[in-house]
C-alpha cells in the first residue's frame, strides 16, 4: 500500500512539474511558448505552383532545393521573422503530379509586398530564334513560339553584375555563369554561329545579339535597354534581383491567404476559453456521475492536459484554431478509457468482488477495448496526416493523433496508479457509495 | 435485449435518415466552400463604425461591373465586419475590392482574412478528401478483420468488418445529408475541415463499435467455456447492454466538450464542431443500434440459408 501510495504523489508532483513547466515558460521572450499558426498569429500564406514540365524528372527535386534556398533568401530581405517555406509533393500519380511551394510569412500584413517580393519571377532564358524565321524578323511580331530553347537558364547563372560602356557610359548587366553554364553556353555558342540568341527575362526579350563566334568562359550581357537614369535604376533593380536569384524554374501564386493579427488573437482567446470551459464541464460530469473514481479521472486528465501541453511546446507542435478544436475533442475522447474501466470495475463489485480485486479485474479487462478502439483512431490521424492537403488539416490530425495516443498512456497509468493508491481494504459503506456511480445502485 | 429485439424499428428509423440525406444530396447537393472549388474570400473589418450596408452594396456591385466579378456573395459578418465570397481575384483585384469597402480609403477598415484558392488545389483537395475517406474506412475493416481474427462462430471476423463498414457509411451520409440541407437553407459550405470532421466522426464511431465488438468476443468466449448454450441473439443483447452504458458516457463528455467549442470556441471551427456533435451523436447510435443488431441480422440469414 505504501509503495502504491509513494508512486500516487510522485505522479502528481511529476505532472505538477510539467505544468509549472507549461505555465512558466509563456512569457513573450521564453524560447519555450506555444507556436501558434497562421490563423492564430496573423500572417500571410501564398502557395506557388512550380512549373516542372520542362524539366527531366530526375532533377525535379535538386530544382525545386534550389528554387525554395532563393525564395528563403528573398524572405529574409524582406525581414520575416520565421517564415516557413516548405516544398509539397500533390498529385498522387503520375502525370497528375505536381510540385508545390508553401511560404508562410508569419505576423506579416501587406500581401502585395508579399506577392511582389516572393513571387518576383525573375526567369532568365537564353533561347535560339529559329532558323526559318532569321531573315523575316523585321516583319514578322516574335512570339514565345519564335524561339526553340537551348537549355540555358537562370539556374546556370553565378552572378551578375552591373557595368559601363567606357565610352557612352551606358549601363549593362554582364552575366557569369557558373562551370556547367559556361559549357553549356560554350556549346550553344559554338554550335549556332551566326543565329541568333534571345535574352528572356521573364518571357520578355531582353536582347537579341547575333552569335559571331564561341563564347567560352562562360560570360554574356545584357546591354541595350537601359536608357537615362531610370535604365540605370533598372539594372541595378535587375542585377540585385539576378542575384537574388533568377529561379531555376517557373512559378505560379495559386493560393493566397491572410489573417490579420486581430483575428488570429480573438481566436487565440476563444480557444483557450472554449478549451477551459470544455475541461470544467467534462471534469463536473465526471464527479457527478462517478463520484471518487471520478475525481481520480479529473486529476489524470489534468496530468492529460499538461503532458500534452508540455509536448506541444517541446516538439513544437504548431498549434492552429483546428487544432486546438482537435486537442478538445481528445479531452471528450481521453476521458473515454477512464469510463471503460470505472464501468467494468463497477460490474465487477456488481458480481460481489472486493474493492481492490475489482479495480484490478476493471483494468485487466478494459485493457483490450482500450487498446482495439485506440488503435483505430491511431490509424484515422495517420491517414489524415498523411493525405491532407492543407495545413490546417495536418495540425489537426497530428494535435489528434498524439492525444490519442498520449491519453491511452495516462489512463493506464496515471488513472489505474491512483485507484490503487486509495484504500480498498475493507471498504466501508462510504467507500462504496464512493465508488459506485450516479444511475446504479 | 430490447434493442435487439426491436432492432427492426431501428433499421427502419435509420433507412428514413439515410433516405432524407441522400434525396437532399441529390436535389440540394452540398454548397462547396472555396477550398474545394476555388475562388476567394475577403474579409473586411471597420474599424470604426460600419457604414450604412447599402453603400457598400453599391459601391462592391460598382466594381463587379467593372471587373467583371461574376456572381458574388457579400454578407456582414457581426456587428463590424463584412465579407465577400466571389471567383479567385488577383492580388490588384482584391486591392480594389479593398477600395470599394473602405470607400477609396474615406472609411478606415483593416484587411481582416483573405483567402485565395486556385482551382488547381480546389481538385487536388476534393481527390485528397475521397482518397483517404476509402482508405481510412478500408484501413479500419482490416484492423477489425485482424484483431477479431480468432473469432469465428458463429459469425465470422471479416463480417465484424463488413457490419462495421455498413454503421460508418451511415455515419457518414447523415451529417452529409444534414450539411447538405444547411448549405441550402443557411448557405453553410463544405470545406476540408469537413471531411476532417467525417474522418474523425469514422474513428469515433468505429472506436465505439469496437467496444461493442470486443465485449460480445469477450461473452462467446465465456459462452463457450461455460458452455451454456446461449444464442447468439442472446449474446449479443447482453453485450450491447452492459457496454450501453460507457458508449453513452464517453459520448456524452466528447459532446460537451464539442458544444462548449461551438459556442465558445472562435468562429474558424464553428461549423467543425457543429459536423462533429451531429456526426458523434449518429456515431453512438449507430454503434449501439445498428452495427450489432446487423451481427444478429446475419447470423439469422446464415442460418437460413
Known amino acids: 500500500m505504501f509503495k502504491r501510495r509513494f508512486w500516487a504523489v510522485m505522479l502528481v508532483l511529476v505532472a505538477g512539474l510539467i505544468g509549472y513547466f507549461v505555465y512558466s515558460t509563456n512569457g513573450p521572450d521564453s524560447s519555450k511558448k506555444f507556436k501558434l499558426g497562421l490563423d492564430l498569429n496573423g500572417g500571410i500564406e501564398l502557395i506557388y505552383q512550380a512549373d516542372t514540365s520542362g524539366i527531366a524528372i530526375a532533377d525535379i527535386s535538386g530544382k525545386m532545393n534550389s528554387l525554395k534556398d532563393l525564395i528563403e533568401k528573398r524572405v529574409n530581405v524582406f525581414g520575416v521573422s520565421e517564415p516557413i517555406i516548405q516544398i509539397e509533393k500533390v498529385g498522387m500519380i503520375g502525370s497528375d503530379a505536381s510540385e508545390q511551394l508553401i511560404v508562410d510569412l508569419p505576423g506579416q500584413t501587406d500581401i502585395a509586398g508579399a506577392i511582389a517580393q516572393v513571387g518576383k519571377t525573375y526567369v532568365l532564358e537564353f533561347n535560339l530564334l529559329k532558323k526559318e524565321l532569321e531573315n523575316s524578323t523585321s516583319t514578322l511580331p516574335l512570339t514565345a513560339d519564335s524561339f526553340e530553347s537551348t537549355g540555358l537558364t537562370g539556374a546556370f547563372l553565378e552572378k551578375a553584375t552591373l557595368e559601363f560602356n567606357s565610352t557612352t557610359g551606358e549601363p549593362s548587366v554582364a552575366l557569369q555563369f557558373d562551370s556547367e553554364g559556361s559549357d553549356l553556353f560554350a556549346k550553344v555558342t559554338r554550335d549556332n554561329v551566326n543565329r541568333r540568341l534571345a535574352i528572356f527575362l521573364d518571357g520578355d526579350i531582353k536582347s537579341m545579339p547575333v552569335i559571331r563566334e564561341e563564347i567560352t568562359g562562360g560570360k554574356a550581357s545584357i546591354s541595350g535597354g537601359f536608357m537615362g537614369s531610370a535604365g540605370i535604376k533598372e539594372a541595378k533593380d535587375l542585377v540585385s534581383n539576378l542575384n537574388l536569384g533568377a529561379l531555376p524554374i517557373p512559378i505560379e501564386l495559386i493560393s493566397t491567404q491572410s489573417v490579420g493579427a486581430s483575428l488570429g488573437i480573438e481566436a487565440v482567446n476563444a480557444s483557450v476559453y472554449a478549451g477551459f470551459w470544455a475541461f470544467i464541464v467534462i471534469a463536473l460530469f465526471l464527479i457527478l456521475w462517478y463520484r471518487l473514481p471520478g475525481l481520480l479521472a479529473v486529476i489524470s486528465l489534468s496530468i492529460y492536459v499538461a503532458i500534452n501541453l508540455a509536448i506541444f511546446k517541446l516538439i513544437p507542435v504548431t498549434l492552429t484554431a483546428a487544432g486546438i478544436a482537435g486537442f478538445i475533442l481528445s479531452l471528450g475522447m481521453a476521458v473515454d478509457a477512464n469510463i471503460l474501466i470505472f464501468e467494468r470495475m463497477r460490474e465487477e463489485l456488481a458480481r460481489g468482488r472486493e474493492l481492490g480485486d475489482a479495480v484490478k479485474e476493471g483494468f485487466a479487462r478494459a485493457w483490450l477495448s482500450i487498446r482495439d478502439s485506440n488503435t483505430s483512431s491511431i490509424i484515422t490521424a495517420i491517414i489524415l496526416y498523411a493525405f491532407s492537403s492543407t495545413p490546417v488539416v495536418k495540425g489537426f490530425a497530428l494535435v489528434f493523433g498524439l492525444g490519442v495516443f498520449i491519453s491511452m498512456f495516462t489512463a493506464i497509468t496515471a488513472s489505474r496508479t491512483l485507484l490503487l493508491a486509495i484504500k480498498h481494504d475493507n471498504a466501508g459503506k462510504v467507500m462504496k457509495f464512493l465508488f459506485s456511480s450516479g444511475g446504479h445502485k | ?305
Open chain 2, 1 to 305: 435485449m430490447f434493442i435487439i429485439k426491436n432492432r427492426k424499428i431501428f433499421y427502419t428509423f435509420s433507412a428514413l435518415l439515410i433516405i432524407i440525406s441522400i434525396v437532399s444530396l441529390f436535389v440540394w447537393k452540398l454548397e462547396l466552400g472555396i477550398d474545394f472549388k476555388g475562388g476567394s474570400v475577403v474579409e473586411i473589418r471597420y474599424v470604426d463604425a460600419r457604414p450604412e450596408v447599402s453603400v457598400i452594396k453599391q459601391n462592391i456591385s460598382d466594381l463587379a461591373q467593372t471587373i467583371s466579378l461574376g456572381n458574388y456573395v457579400l454578407q456582414p459578418v457581426g456587428d463590424s465586419d463584412f465579407s465577400l465570397k466571389s471567383r479567385l481575384v488577383s492580388d490588384i483585384e482584391r486591392q480594389q475590392i479593398e477600395n470599394a469597402f473602405s470607400n477609396n480609403g474615406t472609411i478606415k477598415t483593416e484587411l481582416k482574412k483573405v483567402n485565395s484558392i486556385g482551382p488547381l488545389i480546389g481538385k487536388e483537395a476534393a481527390q485528397k478528401a475521397i482518397v483517404s475517406i476509402i482508405l481510412v474506412i478500408l484501413c479500419i475493416v482490416l484492423f477489425i478483420t485482424f484483431a477479431f481474427r480468432h473469432v469465428s462462430k458463429p459469425v465470422q471476423s471479416w463480417k465484424y468488418g463488413l457490419m462495421a463498414i455498413i454503421a460508418l457509411a451511415h455515419d457518414v451520409i447523415i451529417p452529409t445529408g444534414v450539411f447538405s440541407i444547411l448549405g441550402h437553407f443557411k448557405g453553410y459550405e463544405v470545406d476540408t475541415l469537413f471531411v476532417t470532421a467525417l474522418l474523425v466522426i469514422l474513428g469515433f464511431s468505429i472506436h465505439d463499435t469496437i467496444v461493442v465488438y470486443d465485449r460480445i468476443r469477450e461473452n462467446l468466449k465465456n459462452s463457450i467455456s461455460q458452455n451454456d448454450k446461449k444464442d447468439f441473439e442472446t449474446i449479443v443483447g447482453e453485450s450491447v447492454s452492459q457496454t450501453f452504458v460507457r458508449s453513452i458516457n464517453t459520448s456524452m463528455t466528447t459532446i460537451l466538450a464539442l458544444v462548449v467549442l461551438y459556442f465558445l470556441g472562435p468562429e474558424a471551427t464553428q461549423h467543425f464542431s457543429l459536423a462533429l456533435i451531429i456526426g458523434v451523436a449518429i456515431g453512438t447510435y449507430s454503434s449501439i443500434f445498428i452495427a450489432s443488431a446487423l451481427l444478429v441480422t446475419i447470423e439469422k440469414w446464415q442460418k437460413q440459408a
